[in-house]
């Protein structure tokens, strides 16, 4: 069952029950091996393959150990796979092999809109179900998107977040992920409507990409500050590169002075709130956003959902959620972590 083309950032809200859910996350287990089993779903054991955009990053790390634990929780079998670098079709590899393994679910994190579609479409044909989360796919080659937040949500926290830290004047910069990236795209799309709408005083000079990679986004904010002396501030919609570039600013003379937000993760941000690098970031729960995902890949598997808006499907602790437009369903909110909450985190 396909589902019409239409903007990411067109997501509606749907119904959901679940809260924040920001705790620390549990213990950790090993790797789930992959033991290849096909099946129809429907109480047997139901293959769940995880592909994140790139191994390696703690963001994926933490959502795959979620869908993990909800594989676990259901009797499934887990596997992750997935590329060194998160380019466009770095991909396709890896679900060509799922596909032929018979997995009964795919969950993926697209580094490219498009790219992965011919892919997926064969392994969709193949009958593996598909399931986006994190970064879509164009609607019509998935069944679902589990999406973390809206894009109007997560846009509108990082603007306000660099508006307050520069005093809502002055030259402001993006680091984001890889160039293609459905998700990062999405936000900054918004992002630049919602400055140019209420932040008149603050002027965007630059989008730059680090590519999801540590040392590429740790050059690249070396480099905007080189090429833009009046900087006041700079967002990071990535994980990867708000890390990269607190660790840069932190022993560099703009420490203090150029402002740093975006989407991070509390681990990896920690230090950088506590010497005074950054003021204040945002994220959701990538524990929680996997482990949603898992159980609605095992809702469509077993026939409970097909992606028809309504549908509705209970998500282990996470409660019930449902179905809105585009065969999406959505987490929650992105929070904020300050000097003031960040330890009571650990992801
Ligand atoms: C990075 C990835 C991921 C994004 C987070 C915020 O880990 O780009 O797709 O959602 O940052």
């Not at 508006?163 to 459905?182: H, K």
């Not at 990538?286 to 095992?298: F, H, I, T, V």
Request: hydrophobic share 40%.
């Amino acid at each position: 069952m396909k589902v019409r083309n239409r903007r990411l950032s067109a997501l509606a809200a749907v119904t959901l029950v679940a809260s924040l859910a920001l705790t620390a996350c549990g213990g950790s287990d090993s790797d789930g091996g992959s033991d290849g089993a096909s099946g129809g779903g429907g109480g047997g054991n139901t293959t769940v393959t995880f592909l994140p955009k790139n191994l390696g990053n703690p963001y994926f790390d933490t959502s795959s150990k979620g869908g993990k634990a909800a594989v676990e929780e259901f009797g499934g079998t887990f596997d992750e796979v997935g590329p060194d670098t998160a380019s466009p079709d770095a991909q396709v590899q890896f679900i060509n092999t799922a596909a032929q393994q018979g997995v009964n679910a795919l969950v993926v994190s697209a580094n490219d809109p498009e790219a992965i579609c011919d892919a997926l479409n064969e392994a969709s044909d193949a009958g593996t179900k598909i399931v986006t989360f994190d970064s879509d796919t164009n609607p019509d080659c998935r069944d679902l998107f589990i999406n973390q937040a809206t894009a109007d949500g997560i846009a509108k926290v990082q603007v306000d977040m660099i508006a307050e830290q520069i005093g809502d004047a002055g030259e402001v910069a993006i680091l984001s992920a890889a160039a293609n990236a459905t998700n990062q795209n999405a936000w900054i799309d918004t992002m630049k409507k919602e400055l140019e709408a209420s932040h008149p005083n603050i002027k965007l000079v630059d989008t730059v990409y680090g590519d999801d990679d540590d040392q590429t986004s740790f050059d690249k904010t070396a480099a905007l500050l080189q090429s833009h002396p009046n900087l006041k501030g700079i967002i990071s919609p990535t994980t990867v590169g708000i890390a990269a570039a607190a660790r840069y600013l932190s022993t560099s003379e703009y420490k203090g002075k150029v402002a740093l937000t975006g989407l991070g993760t509390p681990n990896q941000m920690r230090e950088y709130v506590k010497d005074g690098t950054v003021t204040e970031f945002a994220l959701w729960n990538p524990e929680d956003l996997g482990y949603l995902a898992a159980y609605a890949a095992k809702a469509l598997v077993d026939g409970d959902i097909s992606g028809k808006e309504g549908d509705s499907f209970t998500a282990g602790k996470l409660g019930d959620f449902t179905v809105g437009a585009d065969a999406t369903v959505l987490l929650g909110e992105p929070y904020r972590f300050n000097k003031d909450n960040i330890d009571d985190f650990d992801f």
